[in-house]
C-alpha cells in the first residue's frame, strides 16, 4: 500500500509520541519463556478465536506444518469473550493465540497481559503492513500484535432511490445533508441513514477522519483529548441530522435497524469494508439495489477513519512465542490461509486484509454480484489508502466505550461523558494525566 510522503510522515511523528510510557508501564519486554519446534516433537499451540472460518484455517496449517500443530477451540465473541481471556490470563492458563481488536490493544499491553511480539515479529510488521495500521500495534516501541484486517469507512447507498430523488453521490459531508433533505422531502418516510447512538466506534472513526487523536502521549503522561473540537464538529453535525429529522434515531446494531435497511427506509449506511459481505445476508431482498462509494469527507479531499479491526495476539504466560509467530505470520500473510478461511463460510466475508498480498485471495472468494459487480476489494483497497494516519488508541478506551453508550444517543454527550471516564480512568489505574 502506497502512502503519501506527506501521511507517512504524519504516521511516524505520531508512532514516535504515541505511548512512550507503555514499555515503562507494562515493565519491559516478555518474561515467557519463548521457544519453538527442534526437539523433534511438533509444538502445540492453541488458539481461541470466535470468528467464522477460524477451526478451518488451524486446520489448513496443520495439513502443511509437521513442527508446529495448532488445537483450536471455539469462543465467545463480544464481552463475554474478552472476560474469558481476561480470566484465563490471569488464571495462567491463557492460550497461546488469540484475536484482538485494535481499540483494546493499549489497555491489555499496559496491564502485562500480552507477550511482546517485537523480537518474533517486529520486521514483519515494519515491512508487510500499512502505516497506517501500524500504529494501532507498536506502542511504546514495541510491538504487540500483528494487524489482521483494515477497516476503512465507506458509504452504502441505494442507487435506486438515489435516483428517484435526483440525488447525486455526495462527495462531501455538505452535499450528503443537502441529499438528506432532497430525499426527505420527497417523501417523509424516508432518511439518509440510521444514526441513532449506540456505537462508540462509529463515532471515533468519524471523529479520526476529522482529524481528532482521542489519546496522546506529553512527557510520561497520558493525553486524553476525546471532547475536542474536530470530535466536537462530527457530534453536531449528526445530532444536528437527528434533530432534524433526516436521520432516523434507531439506534445501531438492533433489529429496528435491519428492518429499516432491508424495507428501504434509509438511503445510506455509514459502514466499514467488512459490512459488505453482511449485505446479502441481512438485505437479500436489495440485491442490486446497493452501490459503494468512498465516504464523504469535510474538505473534498479524500480521506477516511477505521471502524472497528482485528489484530492476533499472543497472551501473557505463552511458552511457545516464537511457534505462535510462526502461526501468526501464515495467518495474516500467506493467501493459503485466507483461501482455507474463505472458502469454508457459507456467506461471504469482505474484510479486508491488512496485508496487501492477501486481498487478492480474498476477493477471488467473493461474490461481488450483490452490488452490481462493483470490486468491492478494490473499492475497500482504494479505501484503505485514504485512512488518516497517526490513529491510537488509549489505555482504558474499554471504560470510555462503556461510559459513552450508557449516555445514549446524543453524540455530543458521548463525548463530554468519554472525556470524563477517561480522564478519571486513567488516573484511577495510577497513570499519570496530562493537563
Not at 301 to 326: D, F, L, N, Q, R
Not at 344 to 361: I, Y
Request: net charge neutral; charged share 20%; aromatic share 8%.
Amino acid at each position: 500500500m502506497s502512502c503519501t510522503h506527506r501521511t507517512t510522515r504524519l504516521a511516524l511523528v505520531a508512532s514516535a509520541a504515541s505511548l512512550a510510557l507503555l514499555t515503562t508501564a507494562c515493565g519491559g519486554g516478555s518474561g515467557s519463556d519463548a521457544s519453538g519446534p527442534g526437539d523433534g516433537k511438533p509444538v502445540t499451540l492453541t488458539f481461541w478465536s470466535a470468528t467464522a472460518g477460524a477451526k478451518e484455517t488451524a486446520e489448513a496449517f496443520n495439513k502443511t506444518h509437521s513442527d508446529i500443530k495448532v488445537k483450536f477451540s471455539l469462543v465467545p465473541a463480544g464481552p463475554e469473550g474478552v472476560t474469558k481471556l481476561s480470566n484465563a490470563v490471569k488464571g495462567g492458563n491463557a492460550p497461546d493465540i488469540t484475536t484482538m481488536d485494535y481499540s483494546a490493544l493499549p489497555e491489555y499491553a499496559s496491564e502485562g497481559n500480552l507477550e511482546d511480539l517485537t523480537p518474533s515479529s517486529g520486521e514483519l510488521v515494519k515491512k508487510e503492513f500499512p502505516e497506517a495500521v501500524q500504529s494501532l500495534v507498536n506502542l511504546g516501541g514495541s510491538t504487540w500484535a500483528v494487524p489482521f484486517d483494515v477497516t476503512p469507512i465507506q458509504l452504502y447507498y441505494r442507487k435506486d432511490l438515489f435516483k428517484k430523488f435526483g440525488v447525486e453521490v455526495p462527495t462531501t459531508w455538505a452535499e450528503y445533508r443537502t441529499a438528506a433533505e432532497k430525499i426527505h422531502q420527497g417523501d417523509p418516510n424516508l432518511t439518509i441513514t440510521n444514526f441513532g447512538g449506540g456505537d462508540p466506534a462509529l463515532l471515533s472513526g468519524l471523529a479520526w477522519q476529522a482529524g481528532a487523536r482521542w489519546y496522546g502521549t506529553k512527557d510520561d503522561a497520558w493525553k486524553v483529548n476525546i471532547d475536542e473540537p474536530a470530535s466536537r464538529k462530527v457530534a453536531a453535525y449528526w445530532d444536528g441530522l437527528l434533530k432534524d429529522g433526516l436521520a432516523s434515531k434507531t439506534p445501531l446494531w438492533g433489529e429496528g435497524e435491519t428492518k429499516e435497511r432491508a424495507t428501504g427506509k434509509v438511503a445510506t449506511i455509514i459502514g466499514a469494508a467488512w459490512s459488505a459481505g453482511n449485505f446479502p445476508v441481512s438485505y437479500p431482498d436489495s440485491k442490486g439495489k446497493w452501490g459503494i462509494a468512498p465516504l464523504p469527507t469535510w474538505d473534498g479531499t479524500p480521506s477516511t477513519g477505521m471502524y472497528g479491526g482485528t489484530s492476533y495476539i499472543v497472551p501473557k504466560g505463552s511458552k511457545h512465542t516464537e511457534a505462535a509467530a510462526e502461526f501468526i505470520k501464515w495467518v495474516t500473510t500467506d493467501p493459503k490461509a485466507m483461501t482455507a478461511r474463505l472458502s469454508s463460510l457459507k456467506t461471504p466475508s469482505s474484510a479486508l486484509p491488512a496485508n496487501e498480498g492477501m486481498r487478492a485471495a480474498a476477493a477471488k472468494e467473493f461474490d461481488s454480484s450483490y452490488f452490481g459487480d462493483q470490486d468491492v476489494y478494490q473499492l475497500a483497497g482504494e479505501a484503505a489508502d485514504t485512512i488518516v494516519p497517526g490513529w491510537t488508541w488509549g489505555p482504558v478506551q474499554q471504560q470510555v466505550t462503556s461510559a459513552q453508550m450508557a449516555a445514549g444517543g446524543d453524540h455530543t454527550k458521548m463525548l463530554s461523558a468519554g472525556q470524563a471516564k477517561g480522564e478519571s480512568a486513567v488516573t484511577d489505574r495510577g497513570l499519570k494525566l496530562a493537563k
